[in-house]
């Protein structure tokens, strides 16, 4: 049964710093999802892309946040300057289309900030 | 706004009972109401989802799920209980136009005693 891929499964990062998240949606789909989940709480959505930009997006996804699909296989989660909330399982997500309703979701990258 | 209540943070259950896991939601319009499974460490698994038709819906594990249109409710049941479904469950809507985004609900936390 197809994947939805996430690399790495836990990175530890410094406050501050940079990270990317990665993950490779299942071929056929062409909408794609990140969600975050912080410890113990419930999943939230932060944003969704389609057709190379971005469809939707939360109040969590703010200026520090961006999404890429730097080719044709991964879409990336960027996180430019890392605060300690954003420790979390942040998981992609995608669906085929827009008659679709089936969302699979990666396993998950959790997310340290210290 | 849309909006899921999962208003149990734990059911305990001894093993061979019925199982329930309560879900109301809240929407604008027709939803399009789903339920995963996360086992610790893991991802989201989908277990089944109503779009429309026949009220009762039925998933994966021998779960199935009843949509309660006047209760907004849409409850997971399971006739018989294994250990091994003790994990944390998520009820999830959306709307069936416009915004394609997941809402999902705090999460109940399963347990089955042998």
């Known amino acids: 049964e197809p994947e939805v891929t996430q690399t790495p499964s836990h990175q530890v990062t410094q406050m501050g710093q940079e990270v990317i998240l990665r993950c490779v949606p299942i071929s056929n789909h062409l909408y794609f999802y990140w969600y975050r989940q912080i410890l113990g709480q419930k999943v939230e959505f932060l944003v969704s892309f389609y057709n190379n930009e971005i469809s939707e997006k939360s109040e969590i996804f703010d200026d520090q946040f961006s999404v890429e699909r730097p080719d044709g296989s991964n879409f990336t989660l960027k996180i430019r300057s890392t605060k300690l909330e954003d420790s979390a399982m942040y998981f992609c997500?995608?669906?085929?289309?827009?008659?679709?309703?089936?969302?699979?979701f990666g396993s998950g990258t959790r997310l340290t900030v210290v | 706004a849309q909006s899921v209540a999962q208003p149990e943070d734990q059911v305990n259950v001894a093993e061979g009972n019925p199982l329930t896991v309560k879900c109301t939601y809240s929407v604008s319009g027709n939803p399009y109401l789903f339920w995963y499974v996360q086992y610790p460490n893991r991802g989201l698994q989908f277990l089944l989802k109503y779009i429309t038709g026949d009220n009762l819906v039925k998933g994966s594990y021998g779960f199935e799920a009843e949509f309660n249109k006047s209760q907004t409710s849409f409850h997971l049941k399971k006739p018989s209980a294994l250990v091994s479904d003790s994990a944390l469950y998520f009820c999830a809507v959306r709307v069936e136009t416009g915004r394609r985004a997941l809402t999902f609900g705090s999460g109940t936390r399963l347990q089955v005693q042998p």
């Open positions: 997500a995608s669906t085929r289309g827009t008659s679709d309703y089936g969302y699979t």
